[in-house]
């Protein structure tokens, strides 16, 4: 009987730290995939000269495109156009959180 209440407490311990740990994996590669968007976003403003982009122009398996893929964590969803000097946005992470990069 002893063992079972044990273990019931350190269940009760250990589940809300595992979402939180899993709550900050997510963000993190959230932030990644942003920034990953915001520098092939420069580097086409530079090669380019156009100061807006589609996030389909830069992410794809084309030898023209800058980020072969974007996986999503947490079924967030990202900023469809891209303006240089403007924040980028993962909305919807896990259904809760809005993460936004700022270069």
Partial sequence: MIVVVIIGLLAAIA???????????QDKTVTSNLRQLLFAADQYYLESGNTTVESAVLVGTNSTQYVKVIE??????????????????ASNVAG?????YVN
């Fill in 15 to 25: 589940t809300p730290t595992f979402v939180k740990i899993r709550a900050t994996s």
């Fill in 72 to 89: 999503t964590v947490a079924n967030e969803s990202y900023t469809t156009t891209l303006t240089q000097a403007s924040p980028i946005t």
């Fill in 96 to 100: 809760q959180r809005t993460i936004t």
